[in-house]
């Protein structure tokens, strides 16, 4: 057999690498290496000699001839210390006697205004040796040395001898000591390498089985191909990055001074009623610290001209990405040494500043005054105070923003980096324009005088757009079309994307998240709708479909039969996993449905004697059957503590409604139960709280989902799988074709507008009162139309508004006419009280749900994801609203027999219609015909292709398709209530 590399030569082979080409000093680890306290002792004093001459003299006239063991022994003492670490004393040196401090390394200065600074970081001594014993028992391959301090270990293994990184991971686990000094935890070696020619994985703490490896790869492929793994390359090995670039000197010098940190996390034991306290040491990730080089670099180059989307998956790590980048960020210079950003803004959507994200901005450095986490004693006022003085990382809520519009003064010399955790929820119009106008490098809005309304108009349409004073950093796992628009980049494509790209699939692939999609299954619920009344009152289809499906949802029987499933499901297939502690989440579609299900769950565990509790958790107060409800009231402690509480073994199943559905990471949570409709964004940011790794468990997650289809969950993943890409773009004159169709209605006039503007822009004490009166008359010429037309006219309403807002912030735009009607009609809508529904209608009494049935339907196991990396913008066009069509209450309960069995059977009406239905939205000559025809024309296509249709899904269901394709009348009957949903649907699929 011919043996093309052996693991000794690929050795070799690394060593030349960093001796020739990266300036390391190759040394002997039989003569040089210290085991007993991980150092070369010659390369430590040779630094200090060269470095800091002056303090070693006054230290050899105290400790005399004992000074060098003095020396090595108080390194070794600190690093070793429960309260120090390796990384402390490398970053911040030593002080042996009082007065006289010792620096073991020199980070390279941000300038060279310094030279004896300059000087003294180029003196650093960087040196590797092989084969190092670091006891009698253990010997590594590779060690790096900084001035003398052991900071890495490798243990290389060669694929063409049959071996790879897995082999070198075994070994770290089986065959080293985690005591042995070289390898102990924050006081040994940094990081600790798994390495073969294909791919690289790391740890930072070893403890034997149990150690948990992270991968260290650049990721394979690109756009949609990417994943785990590295490049290939021809002419050089997969993993060549690591001597190219993360093992440069000036590389590891900024790993260590600007992103290793330790992480401390504390956590109350309910049982002990102790605080527990835990220790990380933070080493970064790959695509970690390639996002935050490049945009450093690009930042450096474009200073705050631009803003950034950073599309990283959940699993990222992004709490600490965006540690990193605000604490790069707010001391970057640019090329002629000026501060770029004065202040460094990091906002979240959650109500309470995420105490994660509070932590790791906090442990990187604790420099006084350097951060202000605005928490909940915290006002608007304490915001502004810290915006307007030299702090420059301020940790906030977004809520805080549209309050402190007023209260900032004199910010226009100013610069901000803002980072916005979960960019797809925070940059919500109204939101982000409270945070530029605050932030903008215009005067404050508010002056003594009296502007002109004109220059008031054109000063908030200028601070609507991009500030030049301000560069956002947007981070999202699921960036939506908008987000994408603000803040992505044009491709050479001409689409828009993510300045940074961390897929799910990498994510997956590499085992940070678990693909929740491999373990689905639906069911679907049959039900008959009964008319337990005499008479036949004219309702509104969709109104009454709603009320009826919300009707049989909160349904005793309904309720009942699914808590079974739930929880029996629960007790045989998921509470033994994580060795007895996995945890279940029940996801309701309503408040009432949690409360219902909460109580529920507690009868049947009763009944059957199990020993499981479940907590529930919804925001306010429920009003049910005359009793008022509230989270804390129902579970019997504060709605703080609830998250905690969900933690302990105690509780095992979460029913929500509304809430933890984001932002929630509880790694034992191991299936999903879905009683609501998800759609989009929400369907992944839902589902992916399951997708959290429980080491050193092997987590299997379930998801049962009575509510959805799972090819709609699955596509809703699809374009978050890889890279996510805009296609088209906003149109400007959109806005004026809205506004021809608002004015068709006749609502208001030219004068009505620029009197609302006038006195909302005036001192007039008495212009609340004057716009109410004006806003009154166009609310009853208003009601002057009825139903459709007047649903439709509020849609065209706040269409105009929302895209308005979109596009003042992503384009150039700018007509003080428009800006003055979105003025006005914001105020309206406002005015109008949207929300209100109207007279509305009961059903309670007059109708009756009956023979529920929970059947199972589908589980897919392994299913493969296909990515479809394309979103769209809203246009227009998507305002429009079809005309409510009017049904006899009988009619209404046909048709949703019809659809849930009763009419035929219930496969029949369920499966088989729905399946005749997707045959007809993949048919390429209906899509042509809806693409190019009125929904008149198109019905005649329609019908004249529903025999072929039948005939394309006879195989699923021989007997019932058989009976349509006799029956003319049935057939079209049938099949025509899908006539319309198809038009639409094929209409607008571009």
Not at 937 to 948: A, K, P, T, W
Request: with cysteine.
């Amino acid at each position: 057999m011919h043996e093309i590399l052996s693991e000794r030569e690929y050795q070799a082979f690394i060593l030349e690498q960093l001796r020739d080409e990266n300036g390391f000093i190759i040394r002997n680890a039989k003569t040089d290496f210290d085991r007993t306290v991980a150092m070369d002792r010659k390369m430590l004093f040779a630094f200090l000699e060269d470095t800091q001459p002056d303090e070693l003299d006054a230290l050899r006239k105290i400790y005399k001839e004992r000074t060098e063991e003095t020396i090595v022994n108080y390194i070794n003492q600190k690093v070793t210390s429960k309260k120090d670490s390796l990384i402390s004393v490398l970053k911040h040196g030593i002080e042996p006697t009082t007065g006289i401090v010792l620096k073991l390394m020199y980070d390279k200065p941000a300038s060279k205004l310094n030279p004896d600074l300059y000087a003294k970081y180029q003196k650093n001594r960087f040196s590797v040796m092989e084969e190092v014993w670091a006891s009698d028992d253990e010997r590594v391959d590779v060690v790096i040395f900084l001035n003398g301090l052991a900071i890495m270990t490798f243990e290389l293994k060669c694929n063409y001898q049959g071996q790879s990184y897995a082999d070198a991971i075994y070994q770290y686990r089986k065959d080293r000591n985690p005591k042995t000094r070289l390898f102990l935890f924050k006081a040994g070696a940094l990081v600790n390498f798994a390495m073969d020619l294909t791919e690289v994985h790391m740890t930072t703490k070893l403890a034997k089985d149990t150690t948990y490896f992270l991968p260290f790869n650049k990721g394979n492929g690109e756009g949609v191909q990417a994943g785990k793994g590295n490049p290939v390359y021809e002419d050089k090995y997969s993993v060549s990055y690591m001597w190219e670039d993360i093992l440069q000197k000036d590389t590891i010098l900024e790993i260590i001074n600007k992103f290793i940190f330790v992480e401390v996390s504390e956590k109350f034991n309910e049982a002990t009623c102790k605080k527990e306290t835990r220790e990380n040491l933070i080493f970064p990730r790959y695509h970690q610290l390639d996002a935050v080089r490049k945009l450093l670099a690009d930042v450096k180059v474009n200073g705050s001209a631009l803003n950034y989307l950073i599309q990283h998956s959940a699993g990222s790590g992004k709490t600490n990405s965006i540690a990193w980048l605000s604490h790069r960020l707010a001391s970057l210079h640019d090329d002629a040494d000026n501060i770029i950003f004065n202040h460094v803004i990091i906002m979240t959507d959650r109500v309470v500043v995420d105490r994660q994200l509070q932590s790791a901005v906090r442990a990187i450095d604790h420099k006084s005054g350097l951060i202000r986490v605005m928490d909940d004693s915290c006002t608007s006022a304490d915001l502004a105070s810290a915006l307007s003085q030299n702090t420059k990382i301020i940790v906030t809520t977004i809520q805080k923003f549209p309050f402190i519009v007023d209260e900032v003064k004199n910010l226009k010399e100013q610069r901000f980096a803002v980072i916005i955790d979960e960019a797809h929820s925070s940059t919500a119009g109204k939101n982000i324009a409270a945070v530029t106008k605050a932030l903008g490098s215009k005067e404050a809005l508010d002056t003594e005088e009296e502007r002109d309304m004109e220059d008031a108009i054109a000063e908030e349409i200028e601070l609507n757009g991009k500030q030049a004073n301000v560069s956002m950093f947007a981070f999202t796992a699921t960036p939506k079309a908008n987000t994408l628009k603000k803040f992505g980049r044009l491709n050479p494509q001409g689409m828009y994307e993510a300045f940074h790209i961390y897929s799910m699939k990498q994510a997956i692939e590499e085992g940070f998240i678990l693909d929740v999609l491999q373990n689905y299954t639906t069911y679907d619920t049959f039900y008959k709708i009964n008319k337990i009344i005499e008479d036949d009152p004219e309702l509104k289809t969709a109104e009454a479909k709603r009320k009826i499906a919300r009707y049989a949802a909160l349904h005793e029987t309904n309720i009942a039969q699914r808590i079974e499933i739930i929880i029996e499901h629960f007790r045989t297939s998921v509470m033994d996993g994580l060795d007895g502690t996995a945890k279940a989440m029940v996801v309701t579609g309503s408040r009432p449905e949690a409360v219902k299900y909460k109580q529920a769950f507690d009868r049947y565990i009763q009944r059957k004697g199990y020993d499981m509790k479940a907590l529930v958790a919804f925001s306010g107060k429920v009003k049910l059957d005359g009793d008022e409800y509230t989270e804390s009231g129902i579970n019997g402690f504060a709605e703080q503590k609830t998250r905690d509480k969900f933690d302990t073994p105690e509780y095992r199943v979460m029913i929500v409604a509304n809430k933890y559905q984001t932002g929630f990471d509880q790694k034992r949570l191991c299936a999903m139960y879905i009683l609501k409709k998800l759609r989009g964004v929400a369907a992944v940011q839902t589902l992916s709280r399951l997708n959290r790794i429980c080491p050193p468990y092997k987590k299997k997650t379930f998801i049962l989902d009575f509510v959805n289809d799972y090819e709609d969950i699955k596509k809703a993943f699809s374009v978050y799988y890889t890279v996510t890409f805009l296609s088209n773009s906003i149109r400007p004159e959109a806005i004026y074709e809205l506004e021809a169709k608002i004015d068709a209605y006749g609502i208001f006039d030219t004068e009505d507008v620029e009197k609302v503007n006038t006195l909302l822009y005036s001192k007039d004490s008495h212009r609340k009162t004057r716009i109410a009166s004006i806003l009154y008359k166009v609310q009853k010429r208003m009601e002057h139309y009825k139903d459709d037309e007047h649903r439709k006219l509020m849609k065209l309403l706040k269409g105009f508004v929302k895209y308005y807002e979109f596009l003042i912030q992503v384009t150039s735009f700018e007509d003080h006419a428009i800006h003055e009607k979105y003025t006005f009609i914001d105020c309206l809508l406002a005015f109008v009280n949207i929300r209100h529904s109207g007279g509305g209608f009961d059903l309670r009494g007059k109708v009756k749900a009956t023979d529920f049935v929970q059947k199972l339907n589908t589980t897919y196991v392994k299913e493969t994801i296909v990515p479809y990396p394309v979103v769209t913008l809203p246009v227009p066009d998507d305002i429009n609203v079809s005309p409510e069509t009017y049904k006899k209450l009988s009619q209404i309960i046909e048709e949703i027999n019809s659809r849930t069995g009763n009419s035929f059977d219930n496969d029949v009406a369920v499966k088989s219609m729905l399946q005749l239905r997707d045959i007809m939205l993949k048919s390429d000559d209906l899509k042509a015909s809806a693409q190019n025809n009125t929904a008149a024309n198109f019905e005649i296509s329609f019908f004249n292709r529903l025999d072929d249709i039948l005939v394309e899904g006879y195989e699923h269901n021989q007997d019932f398709f058989s009976l349509l394709l006799r029956d003319e009348e049935l057939k079209r009957y049938s099949m025509g209530i899908f006539a319309d949903e198809v038009y639409r649907t094929l209409r607008t699929d571009q």
